[in-house]
Structures are given as C-alpha cells and as structure tokens.
C-alpha cells in the first residue's frame, strides 16, 4: 500500500527573542501541522509497508479503551462537550490559516478524533441500546443499527478516499516534437438528441487546439434511421458542412459503449476524447491532457463534468448558485482523493483514452449500464494507471427536469450494484487491484444504497411517536452524550474539505429525494444484476410553468404526512406519559429535523418555470458596442446564445438596436445585431445594458457557439469562494418553502433610445402639431409638446397611426408613420405652461419596418 505520509519538512525556527506573543490557538496550530508531524515523518521513513501495518494495529489496539471504558452519564458529557470543543477550535484555525498543508494535517488529526469518537458511539449502541423486547422492536432495531452501521462504514471510506488530495499540473506539449505527437480521435456519440444540441459539440471539437493533421472528430449516431430519418440527414448536412465525419452502424447492441466500441474498429487514432454529445470541449482541452500519455502505463485521463444550467435542486429550490451542486463534491474532492490511491474513475465523457488499452479489455464494458466505471475498473485490474485532472473542460446541459434526474441517477446506481454484484471489487481474489484500489471502488459501487437507509433515519422517530415502536432502548440525554460528539466532529472533520463543494444538510436532502428510487433499484440489482437496460438522460427540455411531479414525488409525501403527524402527537405524550419525556423529546427534534429536509427534498418535484429562452452564463467577455457614430467598450456581466448584460462606464447616447462583437478569451469574435431592452444604473459610474439578440444566421450562431463554449481559459465555476456554514445552510434549507412560491419579478429599468433634441411635426386628420423629438431608436420615438394640442384624447383613446416629420438638417424633413402608444403629461418641462406641455410614446409599424428602416437609421446617424 502507498505510504500516504507527505515529506519530511524541517522543525520550525524558534521565536526570535522579542517577536510578538503567540496565542494558544498558534501553540495548538504548532502542536498539529509542524511538531507532532515532523516527528512521525522522522520516525516513520525508515519502516516498510509490513511494520507500517503492525504499527496500525498497534495503535488501533491501544486505542481500545478510548472505546470501551465506561463512564457515567455526566462524565460522558463533559468529555461529548470537550471533544466538540477541540474540533470547533481546529475547524477555526483551519480558516484562519486556510493553507492546502495546514489543512491537510488538520483534516488527518480530526479524521483521527472523530474515528475514534465514532467507535465509542458505536460500541455504546451495540453493547446497551439495543431493545429486542417483543418482535416489533426487534425488527426495527436491527434495521436501524444496519442503517446507521451502513452510514458509519460510508463515512469511514470517505475518510479513507480523502486522506490525501492529489492535484496535478498538465505537462506542456510544446516540449514534444510534432512528430512524436498523439494522433487524437474525437467520439461524439449521440443518438435521439437535438441536431443543434450536438452541432454546438461539434463546433466546440473543431475548434479544439491541437494541430490538424493529428485530430479527427467524430460523430457516433446510434439513432436508428427507420426512426429517426430526418434527424439523421440533418446530422449528416451538418457534418458536411462543419467538416466532421459521421459514423452509423446498423443495430444499438449495447447502447453507448457498443457505439464506442463500433467507432475503435473503424478511426486510427492513438488516443480517443470522447464527448457527450452535449458537452462542449473548451478550446485547450487537449493540450491540458494528452501530456500526461507519455508515461506508458497511463490509460485515460478524465477531466470534470460541469453544467452550465441548473440541475433541478438548485432551479426548484431557487439556490441562485449560492449552493454547490450535487457532482461537485465528487468532481473537486473525492476524484482528487481517488486520484492519489490509482483509482481515478472513467466517467465516461470529458476524458482521453488509450485506444489500445482499452482494446485489451474487449473497449468500453459492456455488462452494465455504467460502462465508464467498469471500464476503469478494468484497466486498473491490468495494472494501468489513470489520472485525474481537475480543470473544467466541458460546458454540458444537466437534466432540466426532476423525473430526468431521477432517470440518470436511477441508471448510475444500478450500474454501480451491478459492479458491485458482479466483480465484488473488495473480496475479488481473481483482480489485480491493490487494497486502496479494492476501498475506493468499495465505497464508490456501495455509495447508492443509501436509498433504504435514508428512509430508516426518517421513520424511526415516527415509529416511536405514533406507533409506540422503540428501536433504541434507553433514547434520551445519554445516548445524545454518545450520538453528539460522533455527528459533530464527523462534520467538522468533513468541512475541511468539503466547505467549498458540499454545505452542511444538503447531502440529506439530494438521498432523501431519491431514496425510494435508489433504494428499490439497488435491491433488484443486487438479486439480478442483469437486469435493467441503459436508459438515454433527455436533455435540452423546457419548463414554461409551475408543476409539481406528483408521481415523482408521491413516495416521499407519504413519509412527510406521517413524520408531520408524529410531531403533532407530542403534546399527547407528554400528557398521557410523562415518565417517558426525555425520549419523547429526544424524538420530537429528531423529527423536525427530518421534516425539514424532507420537505425541501419534496420541492424538488416542484418544477420552476425557466425564466429565460436561453441558459445565461457568468462569463465576463469584452463586448464592443458600435453605435452610428461611436463605439463602446465594456464587459458582459452574463451572456448567453439570446442575449447579454453588458456593464458600461458610462451611460451612452446610443440607439436601441446596435451593432455588438463579443471576444472570447483567446479572441474568438461573434459579431451580432442587437435590440438593447433596458438600461439598469449600476452605481454612479457604471450601468448594465441589457440586450436581446436579433434574428441571429447560423453563422452568427456558430461564431457565438465558440465565444461562449470554447473559448474559454477558465470556467467560472472551476474555484468556489463560498464557504459552507452549517447554520446558515440549515437556515437556507428550512426558508425553501418560501423561496419557492415566490413569484419571479423583472428587473426594472429604463429605456434605452438615443437622445435628441430635433424639431418635429406631428400630423393627424388634416392638422400640424409642433412638437420636439427627444428620444429616439429603430423601433420607437418620443416627442414633447409644449402646446396645447385639442386633439390629445381623441389620440389617447384610439391610438392612430399618425404622421412625423423630423428635420435632420436636410433641405426636406425626413417623412415617417408611428402608431400612438402613450400619451403622459410631463412633470419638469423644459419650456413653456407645465399644464399644457405632454409627451407621447410612438412605436413604429413592424408592417412598415422593411420600408422605414433605413430612412430611420440614417436619421440616427445624423440626429
């Protein structure tokens, strides 16, 4: 087994005479991160791996009355309040000092003290909690021990996978001579999905950068050609005109891997990317990766999934992405952990495989429906390494909807039983895998059994409450001094290093939604782990209204109305059994807690509407705005394929439809016509134009496709400021029930036309009406009056199309039609009798736009 020490370091100077005092928590920081390491660095160099496995089970020997010895339920407290204590205080000095070495041995000392805490707490519920008085209790007992030992266990192997995290830096391609370059195949597969879905992929694989002769992408389309015969020959237009290369095959053995497998026979590259087809491949995707194949045992390298959408938890829930997303916490902590131990995971898109390796094993597996993994644990069993490279490096689309989720989650977790049922990668004599190897795959095949577990920790307390049925004997203020100090110092050791992927309570919330469903198809797994067939995500749906997915959800609403009655029968108890208080109220909190999880779970099936045509992005691109007679330069505050927010340091005289470019960050440009909707002042200095993008051309599409997706050298995403606070976290979940009825308003702001001061004519039914034009864009004008005009309700009322004359400095006035859309009064006019002066809102006919149009435009280009 991998030593996980880190090298040695040298002792710390002493304290120059003089310096400033040292606080204690400085002392205790000394104590953990610099001293005690320094000297099991120095005492530990010289063993081998067979007396570093003696010396384990020595301390874990002597560690055994920190376990067992019994104490008093008072004594218990002081030491629950101490441990709680010292992990708070080491928690506090890992953010005072946020350092990667300062937390890592931080991280490793309460990995140690919440063990051990754990163990005792378990020791005390096997050797006095159990209560097999009648057979009733004695069900549920052993269901909730099995529970809460399936927890601990997970916990102890997450523990193992994040002892040390392992981050890599890329190895530079331009030391390697283009001959000696790897030839790279690009894999797109699809099948049922939106030609344009896919064509934004393709886009993205093109304009990958590497050199040409040595990169080829293709399209794998396993959509049937009986079924799906226009979608085929939209996909093979396209892939005629972008330059790709579209492979078919005549039948759909075996879903995507068959597809892959099928392409391997068929593309002559070293190396293969392979892409979801709604993953789009940002620009140096291949220059970060395919150094690392060099080292001939190196099999595939994966890269991270990112969504640049909200998954339904955090669109039902309206996180605004104050929350981390579910995959992150596997992506940016316990990849990085696996990568340390060899045990990276294939995920199936967003990585680089060896071809021929993956040949050695018959290509990507193919006997359950989560090839990806399989496959990696394959490659591992031969002795192959991998490597995980933690840069995002694709843009995908996560499932918009929660039935959606549930389908590809229900997919993985059957996937990982069936690995699980087949290889049992922990046992498994036959797999050359080394023991951390055998952990991690343990802990990631074992992770979607949660389901029924889950379920337990929901209605234990209910059980007691309405039906009287007692799992634990003796719940009360003692078991509390054992349970405590193993949940918060398990959290504590936790936040380290999850505060920034995983907020506290949020990982309940994502198993209590799917514990129904992962827990049925992980059991049907297990007795038949041949059944069940590989299920396609459905991916670029809209949400236009409030839904709530009864049938996704129904499961859990009967648990929520039986959790809810529970906690209302306390002041029952209390009445009628006052003896049995302290277990009533023991389990009253347990049940609110759960309640209020629970009920945020539900809004997850709560579907919000999408608000937008398009999914925005929080790029900061530089946008160039060109005006008739002037140009602007800012920075997108978001952008997405049907719009921008663009920050200004200025408010600018511009009409209200432009001419925009966008820069990408290694100068791609999409040039587009835009309708800029509103203004919004920032501050004193600055203001956000928001702008609609008009009638884009597949070109400007294509162009803009790159900009957003490709042309990117970092994702925004990729480093997390949040920190996770669990109060404040359980104070966010609690409030969802708000946040999800809310209705959502506009933002509001001003119009945005050009301004000037014109003299104009307004002509209705035979009369001239003196006015001056103030405002002015392509689509609307604004005259002010400052006479009486004796017709202004009979204008107000029927809303005419009138006549204008505007002079522009020509010898004849410039000769438009407008449609009355508002008349107001004007509160500060610039001349004449306040009571007379009005100002009127004109919109141009779209009916006339062709024929206007550019008598319009020259008008704001001179105006």
């Known amino acids: 087994m991998a030593n996980p020490s880190p090298p040695l370091r040298p ?93 890592e041995y931080l991280h490793l000392f309460l990995v140690w003290l919440s063990t051990v805490t754990t163990a005792r707490y378990l020791y005390y519920r096997t050797a006095y909690t159990f209560n097999f008085d009648g057979w009733l209790n004695g069900f549920f007992c052993i269901l909730l021990y099995g529970a809460e ?154 890269t991270p999934h990112w969504f640049y959408n909200p998954d339904p938890f955090e669109r039902n829930l309206l996180t605004r992405g104050k929350v981390p997303v579910g995959n992150e916490l596997f992506y940016k902590v316990l990849q990085k952990g696996n990568d340390f131990w060899n045990a990276a995971f294939f995920c199936g898109s967003a990585a680089v495989i060896r071809k021929d390796y993956a040949l050695q094993i018959g290509g990507i597996a193919t006997e359950t ?15 192959y390494k991998s490597v995980y490279y933690d840069q995002i490096m694709v843009a995908g689309l996560a499932p918009e909807k929660f039935s959606s989720y549930i389908g590809q989650q229900v997919r993985w977790a059957r996937g990982m039983a069936q ?106 797994a297990l007795i038949n782990p041949r059944m069940g067939s590989f299920n396609v995500t459905d991916k670029g749906l809209s949400v236009t209204k409030r839904d709530f997915d009864w049938e996704s959800a129904r499961p859990l609403v009967v648990v929520a109305v039986l959790v809810a009655l529970s906690v209302l029968s306390v002041p029952f108890w209390l009445i009628l059994r006052p003896e049995d208080s302290e277990a009533v109220l023991v389990n009253m909190l347990w049940g609110i807690f759960n309640l209020v999880l629970i009920v945020a779970a539900i809004l997850v099936s709560f579907e919000q509407p999408q608000l937008r045509r398009t999914h925005r992005l929080n790029r900061k691109l530089t946008a160039v705005i060109y005006g008739p007679d002037q140009t602007w330069r800012g920075k997108t505050e978001d952008v997405s ?58 070109s400007e599409l294509d162009a803009l496709a790159i900009v957003l997706y490709s042309d990117v050298r970092e994702w925004y995403s990729q480093n997390r400021t949040e920190v996770d606070d669990p109060l404040d976290s359980l104070r966010f979940i609690a409030t969802s029930l708000t946040r999800s009825f809310q209705e959502a308003k506009p933002i509001q702001g001003q119009k945005v036309r050009k301004r000037i001061q014109t003299p104009a004519q307004l002509y209705w039914e035979g009369h001239f009406y003196a006015a001056m034009a103030t405002e002015m864009g392509v689509r609307s004008l604004r005259l002010e009056f400052h006479e009486p005009i004796d017709a202004l309700e009979q204008l107000r009322q029927s809303q005419p199309v009138v006549g204008v004359l505007l002079e522009d400095g020509h010898p004849l006035p410039k000769r438009l039609l407008a449609v009355v859309q508002t008349i107001e009064p004007l509160a500060n006019p610039g001349n004449g009798d306040a009571a007379s002066s009005t100002a009127i809102e004109l919109r141009f006919p779209e009916q006339l736009q062709e024929r206007q149009e550019g008598r319009i435009k020259q008008l704001l280009a001179t105006l």
């Open 641 to 698: 394929e049907s719009g921008a927010r663009i920050v200004l340091d200025s408010w600018p005289n511009l009409p209200d439809e432009i001419e925009l470019e966008l820069v990408g960050d290694y100068g791609a440009r999409a040039f587009l016509k835009a309708r800029i909707v509103r203004g919004v002042p920032l501050n004193d200095a600055q203001t956000i134009l928001v702008a609609d993008f008009i009638n884009p051309t597949q």
């Open 11 to 103: 002792d710390p100077p002493p304290l120059a005479t003089g310096a400033t005092r040292r606080s204690p928590l400085d002392t205790l920081t000394d104590w953990l991160v610099n001293l005690v390491p320094s000297w099991f660095d120095r005492a530990l160099q010289s063993l081998n791996r067979r007396q570093l496995w003696l010396l384990a089970l020595l301390v874990l020997v002597l560690s055994l009355p920190l376990v067992t010895t019994p104490l008093k339920v008072w004594q218990q407290g002081v030491i629950a309040g101490l441990l709680v204590l010292m992990g708070w205080l080491i928690v506090r000095i890992e953010q005072q000092r946020n350092d990667p070495q300062t937390s």
């Open 369 to 383: 429906v989560t090839e990806d993994c399989h496959t990696a644990f394959r490659l591992h069993s031969l002795g």
């Open 149 to 302: 030992l399936y927890a601990i266990i997970t916990l102890f192997l997450a523990y193992f996978q994040t002892l040390k995290i392992r981050e890599r830096q890329p190895i530079d391609l331009s030391t390697i001579p283009s001959d000696r370059l790897f030839k790279v195949d690009v894999y797109i597969p699809t099948y049922n999905e939106d030609v344009e879905i896919v064509r934004k992929t393709a886009l993205g694989a093109l304009a990958i950068d590497y050199p040409a002769d040595k990169k080829r992408v293709y399209i794998l389309d396993d959509g049937r050609a009986e079924k799906y015969k226009d979608r085929r020959e939209s996909l093979r237009q396209m892939c005629e005109e972008l330059g790709c290369t579209l492979l078919t095959r005549d039948n759909n053995d075996h879903a995507k891997a068959g597809n892959i497998n099928t392409a391997f026979k068929r593309t002559d590259g070293d190396l293969v990317l392979i892409l979801d087809c709604d993953h789009i491949p940002a620009r140096p995707i291949l220059q970060t990766t395919v150094g690392f194949f060099y080292d001939s045992k190196v099999a595939f390298v994966q």
């Open 419 to 524: 690995i699980l049922r087949l290889e049992n990668p922990l046992l498994n004599r036959k797999l050359n895998l080394t023991i951390p190897q055998r952990i991690c795959y343990f802990s990631a095949t074992s992770h979607f059994f949660f389901g029924f577990p889950r379920l337990m920790y929901a209605i234990a307390p209910t059980l007691f409450l309405l039906f009287g049925i007692n799992p634990i004997r003796g719940l009360g203020l003692e078991t509390l001094a054992y349970a405590l100090p193993h949940i918060l110092l398990s959290m504590y050791a936790n936040f380290i290093t999850y505060k920034n992927v995983r907020f506290s309570f949020w990982n309940e919330i994502y198993e209590f939604a799917m514990s129904f469903y992962a827990g049925a198809v992980t059991l049907m």
